[in-house]
Structures are given as structure tokens and as C-alpha cells.
């Protein structure tokens, strides 16, 4: 078991930048891939970023790609999500997830932990 709890969300300009923390509890967070996930109200929920255990590889959605990084700090049990030149569309609810297969994966389905979640508003 592990759980996950999200900070960092608030509102903010277009043009902004906020940093997203998820800190892990329970079990060290290097036994994980973590994922960034976010839901817009009356949306699915959808694939932000993720991030093999190591670090060492990333993945991203085309709709972020260039604008967010996902990191991750093992010592520190917590992984980030920088994001920079916010749209209005960025705002959602964001999530960080969490699964111990071995591949990065963009499928919801194939995370087994999830954090309740931080809003970010983005305001035009």
C-alpha cells in the first residue's frame, strides 16, 4: 500500500506557472511509476505525464508536452509536476498515481493508487 497526497494546486494567470508536489507515505516510492493524470469538469479523466522509477524516462501528453516536466525525487519520496505557460485549458483537477509494473504506461486503468487530487485554475 501507498498513499498519496497532492499540493501546489491554486489559480493562476495564463501564462503562469505553478509547481504540483505528490509525497508518498507507506512504501518508499522508488518501488513505483508514477503518473500525473487531471479531470476537467463533465471530462474524463486523462493522462498528464509519467515517470519510470529511476527517473530516467519520461512520457507525456501532446497537450503538455513542452510546457510541463515531470520529476521525481526519490530520497524525498515525492514526485512534481512543473507546469509553465498555463493555458485556461489546464485547469482540471490533478492527480498523481501510482502503479509497480515495469512500463510507463498512459492507461488509467493500469494505475493501482490514487491521491484525492489538487485543483488548478487557470484564469484567461
Known amino acids: 500500500q501507498v498513499q498519496l497526497v497532492e499540493s501546489g494546486g491554486g489559480l493562476v494567470q495564463a501564462g503562469g506557472s505553478l509547481r504540483l508536489s505528490c509525497a508518498a507515505s507507506?512504501?518508499?516510492?522508488?518501488?513505483?511509476?508514477m503518473g500525473w493524470f487531471r479531470q476537467a469538469p463533465g471530462k474524463e479523466r486523462e493522462f498528464v505525464a509519467a515517470?519510470?522509477?529511476?527517473?530516467?524516462?519520461?512520457s507525456y501528453s501532446d497537450s503538455v508536452k513542452g510546457r510541463f516536466t515531470i520529476s521525481r525525487d526519490n530520497a524525498k519520496n515525492t514526485v512534481y509536476l512543473q507546469m509553465n505557460s498555463l493555458k485556461p485549458e489546464d485547469t482540471a483537477n490533478y492527480y498523481c498515481?501510482?502503479?509497480?509494473?515495469?512500463?510507463?504506461?498512459?492507461?488509467?486503468?493500469?494505475?493501482?493508487?490514487w491521491g484525492q487530487g489538487t485543483q488548478v485554475t487557470v484564469s484567461s
Open positions: 498515481a501510482a502503479h509497480t509494473k515495469l512500463i510507463i504506461t498512459s492507461r488509467t486503468s493500469a494505475y493501482d493508487y
Open positions: 507507506g512504501r518508499t516510492l522508488s518501488a513505483f511509476v
Open positions: 515517470i519510470s522509477r529511476s527517473g530516467s524516462t519520461t
